[in-house]
Nanobody
């Protein structure tokens, strides 16, 4: 059974950092795409960043302009996890963060087949 589980969310002050984890089970994170999305109250789900893993070990990624230079997507193939490193957090980053898996890397939700349950990130003083 394919499953994605996010963790690492919480309350952080503006300017702080958090690292979210996305643990995969039922499949191996060595090919295809993993994306991070977020959804704030009253807003549509927004693609944050994604990584595409080629079968030859190559990777590529896409980063939303809203988080470029602050957020980084990382992969640990040994642990079968993908991370979202978030630095210089702002109150506007407050949202539920989701990871998703599919055949491609996209900031649109359509290509993704599997989704985690989400983890809450709150940026506030």
């Amino acid at each position: 059974q394919v499953q994605l589980v996010e963790s690492g969310g919480g309350l952080v002050q503006p300017g702080g950092s958090l690292r979210l984890s996305c643990a995969a089970s039922g499949f191996t994170l060595n090919s295809g795409g993993i994306g991070w999305f977020r959804q704030a109250p009253g807003k549509e789900r927004e693609g944050v960043t994604c990584i595409y893993m080629g079968g030859d070990g190559s990777t590529s990624n896409i980063v939303s302009t809203s988080v470029e230079g602050r957020f980084t997507i990382l992969r640990d193939s040994a642990k079968n996890q993908v991370y979202l490193q978030m630095n210089s957090l702002k109150p506007d980053d407050t949202a539920i963060y989701y990871c998703a898996a599919g055949p491609a890397c996209s900031l649109r939700p359509g290509p993704y087949d599997y989704w985690g349950q989400g983890t809450q990130v709150t940026v506030s003083s």
